[in-house]
């Protein structure tokens, strides 16, 4: 009985027991937990220790064992060996005792990390699909506007301005009266570049420049880049302009850069060829909006130019300065009166005109520009006279012979004019009556034989008269 209990335990427990006869020592060491998922590496599952543990004695009665194979060839018997039945209930219990333990023990695990089931934490409380539901329902704060980029400078989205690169801090903007320079780009809206100044110098509110300059240029700090849009009629209007090149009705795209901001000149104390530079300067600003048809801005220049000629001086001032002065009043003078026909001030061109007449009374373009304001007037009569002066001084010129002749058959109609309503109201029939035929071509009226008559008798009375005073 005994040699078949040690050889049961010899062939299908002997090397579970030796396993186990080596383990003992490490089940007594502290165990460190390596999480709730984690195994010990001294044994497997239940049923593993199950399986390895050694069958009881009334087991191994009840079934006795097969008889085992004979060893493999090389390989050495097993030494027989006796199960102890103390160390096999010892180790029994320690096992049964360890989990126990790990059944009880189960707070020092850490929480399982690999069995996809949710934390503690995170497990869903009471109330959370209906506080997800409302924050559903709740409207989304809308989100803050973003910052303008573009100004709309008069409000009707004609004249825009963007701000491509800020002043330094503690710039200013400039203001009405001074002199500023910038670095100016023009573009077609197509991306076209007509135009690059990199030193353009005006006065702001003297519109020396397209109004769209004269308009965005005091939104600007010092040292600022900026673009501005504009339509066409801020820029060159219907007509365009020849240099630079500028289709009619365009667009403009400006890059502006602001260099710097002064103050205007004191016109006391220009000297005189200041004088002649900054009038100059005005002058052809006018030209240029004349040629663009811009009559109101043209004046406006021509008489800036005139105010900086004849503002009182504080500086001498040689012979030549003072004939180039007076020359280029002349100049202005005359285009402003034509700046101011175009517009039907009659009044301010005639004056224009007197004005340059006092200073060259042989001036051909005023006296043309007088005799047509006049005749716009309908003084025909003063007109026609001024213009053959002027036709006198130039008779090759064939725009006051036309202007001349167009006056004179104006002014025979308003004559012809005049005299019917004179008779008219004179009561005087327009045709004389028909002569009767029994009145020779000697016939004498009766009206003037009855005024004869009335004279003969008035001389004779007075003769008698003077004869009784003798």
């Known amino acids: 009985m005994g040699a078949a209990v040690a050889a049961t335990a010899a062939n299908g427990h002997g090397r579970g027991g030796a396993e186990r006869l080596n383990l003992v020592p490490e089940a007594r060491r502290p165990r460190l937990g390596a999480g709730r998922g984690a195994q010990d590496p001294?044994?497997?599952?239940r049923s593993q220790r199950a399986s390895s543990r050694p069958p009881s004695s009334m087991a191994s009665c009840a079934e006795p064992s097969e008889p085992s194979a004979p060893p493999p060839a090389g390989v050495p018997p097993l030494e027989d060996f006796e199960v102890l039945d103390g160390v096999e209930d010892a180790e029994g219990e320690e096992e049964e005792e360890e989990e126990e333990e790990e059944e009880d023990d189960l707070s020092e695990l850490p929480p399982l990390e690999d069995m996809g089931q949710p934390l503690a934490?995170?497990?869903?409380?009471?109330?959370?699909?209906?506080?997800?539901?409302?924050?559903?329902?709740?409207?989304e704060p809308a989100p803050a506007p973003a910052p303008e980029e573009w100004l709309d400078i008069l409000g009707n989205g004609l004249l825009r301005k963007k701000t491509l690169v800020p002043g330094p801090p503690g710039s200013s903007h400039p203001v009405k009266g001074q002199v500023v320079t910038v670095h100016l780009q023009t573009s077609l809206e197509n991306g076209t570049r007509v135009q690059e100044e990199p030193e353009l110098v005006f006065t702001l509110g003297d519109c020396d420049v397209i109004q769209?300059?004269?308009?965005?240029?005091?939104?600007?700090?010092?040292g600022e880049t900026a673009m501005v849009t504009a339509d066409s009629k801020y820029c060159y209007g219907?007509?365009?302009?020849?240099?630079?090149?500028?289709?009619?009705?365009?667009?403009?795209?400006?890059?502006?850069?602001?260099?710097?901001?002064?103050?205007g000149p004191d016109l006391e104390m220009l000297t005189g060829q200041e004088r002649v530079a900054l009038a100059?300067?005005?002058?052809?600003?006018?030209n240029a909006h004349y040629q663009r048809a811009d009559f109101v801005l043209a004046a406006n220049s021509y008489d800036l130019a005139i105010k900086a000629i004849t503002s009182s001086?504080?500086?001498?001032?040689?012979?030549?300065e003072e004939a180039q002065l007076l020359q280029l009043k002349v100049k202005c003078l005359n285009n402003l009166a034509a700046s101011q026909l175009k517009l039907d001030h009659y009044r301010a061109a005639l004056r224009s005109c007197s004005l340059v007449l006092e200073h060259q009374p042989?001036?051909?373009?005023?006296?043309?520009?007088?005799g047509k304001v006049l005749a716009q007037q309908g003084e025909y009569s003063e007109a026609i006279p001024i213009l053959r002066a002027a036709l006198k001084l130039e008779p090759s010129n064939k725009t006051i012979h036309a202007e001349l002749s167009k006056l004179v058959k104006k002014h025979a109609a308003q004559r012809s004019t005049e005299t019917a309503l004179y008779r008219k109201m004179l009561g005087n029939p327009s045709r004389l009556p028909a002569k009767c035929p029994g009145k020779g071509a000697w016939s004498i009226p009766w009206k003037w034989l009855f005024g004869a008559t009335a004279v003969a008798l008035g001389g004779v009375a007075l003769s008698v008269v003077i004869a009784a005073r003798n």
């Open 42 to 45: 001294r044994r497997g599952s």
């Open 121 to 139: 934490e995170e497990a869903e409380q009471p109330g959370a699909l209906a506080r997800e539901f409302l924050a559903a329902m709740e409207p």
């Open 212 to 222: 769209a300059l004269d308009l965005s240029v005091p939104l600007m700090d010092v």
């Open 238 to 263: 219907p007509q365009g302009s020849r240099s630079p090149y500028i289709p009619p009705h365009a667009a403009l795209c400006l890059e502006v850069t602001l260099k710097t901001a002064v103050d």
């Open 280 to 286: 100059n300067r005005k002058r052809e600003c006018g």
């Open 313 to 320: 001086a504080k500086v001498d001032m040689t012979f030549e």
């Open 362 to 370: 042989d001036n051909i373009k005023a006296l043309f520009r007088k």
